[in-house]
Each structure stands twice: as structure tokens, then as C-alpha cells.
């Protein structure tokens, strides 16, 4: 029911940024797909080199840090109950290893979505939603995301292509 709710208000107010696709309602990698080879062939004919980096977050729900995603939540318009129920379900974690015979006494993690959680794509979309605005300050920078995958890219005529990539 949580998830619902935010979802809808997500999408209902146009909170997520267009780039984002993953866990996202009516968009899709074939979307991503084609924008970005459209992009690819009209650089093409008009004589330009496109230059592509791609990215994989690395662990990138274990490193979300709860508190600026309660900030972020909170700047979006989630409040009141819904704001309250979030930061008790984030804040309501706990570890222990064991190694052997051996346990660790509990801790109390304070980054990091909950594995396997419906919430934790939502939160994490969230959590990095001002990134492609961030990058693409620049104009001739675009930026698509898929949940924590990324693909930054630039056009710039051969004689060019390095600098215009330097610069960028």
C-alpha cells in the first residue's frame, strides 16, 4: 500500500526525472534503447563523433544515506504519516555477522535500503533523481538513466572530439 501511494504521488507530480526508466511506470529499456541510438545516427549524419560513458553504480542501495533521502523525500512534498512511516521502516535496521562460531553483537546501520524491499527502487529513484540535471548543466552532455546504471554521452566533430570531451 506504501509503495503505491508514493509511486502515484511521484508520478502524479512529475518528481522523477523523464530520464529515468527503471521502476518506472510507462518507461521502459526499449525506450532508453532507442533515444539513445536516435541520438547515436543523428550525430552520425551530421558528420559528429559520439563519445559514450557507462556507468554501474557499485553497491548503490547499500550506499544510500538515510538521512539526506528523508531530506529529499521530505523537498519532494512527502510529509506528514507517509514521511513518518518511511523514516521508521529506514531506521528500524539492524546487523550482525558471524564468522565461524563467532556473532558480532547488533548494530544499527545507518546507510543503505533494505534488500529486497517493493520501496527500496522507489527510494533509490528518488535518492539520485537530481544526478541527470546535474550532468547535463552542460548541453552538450545528455544522460539516461535505468535504476542505478547510467549512460553519459557528448557529439563532437573528429577534429574536436577530444577536446570537446575534455572540456565537457
Known amino acids: ?26 518507461r521502459s529499456t ?3 534503447v532507442v533515444i539513445f541510438t536516435q541520438h547515436i545516427k ?3 549524419d551530421k558528420g559528429l563523433i559520439t563519445t559514450v560513458m557507462y556507468v554501474d553504480f557499485k553497491k548503490a542501495y547499500d550506499s544510500i544515506w538515510k538521512t539526506n533521502l528523508l531530506l529529499k523525500l521530505s523537498k519532494s512534498g512527502v ?11 529506514l531506521d528500524q535496521r539492524y546487523c ?3 564468522f565461524g562460531d563467532t556473532t558480532s553483537r547488533f548494530k544499527q546501520l545507518q546507510t543503505g535500503l533494505p534488500q529486497g524491499a517493493v520501496t527500496s527502487c522507489s527510494f ?3 535518492y539520485i533523481n537530481d544526478l541527470v540535471s546535474l550532468l547535463t548543466k552542460n548541453t552538450n552532455v545528455h544522460a539516461l538513466l535505468y535504476a ?14 577530444k577536446s570537446a570531451i575534455e572540456y565537457s
Request: charge should be positive.
Open 42 to 44: 543523428d550525430n552520425m
Open 1 to 26: 500500500m506504501i509503495i503505491h501511494r508514493l509511486n502515484w504521488f511521484l508520478e502524479s507530480n512529475h518528481i522523477i526525472h523523464p530520464a529515468q526508466a527503471g521502476f518506472c511506470c510507462h
Open 96 to 98: 550482525q555477522v558471524r
Open 30 to 32: 526499449d525506450q532508453q
Open 148 to 161: 542505478d546504471d547510467l549512460v553519459l554521452w557528448t557529439a563532437a566533430p573528429k577534429s574536436r572530439a
Open 79 to 89: 510529509r506528514g504519516k507517509m514521511l513518518q512511516w518511511i523514516r521508521n521502516f
Open 124 to 126: 533509490f529513484n528518488l
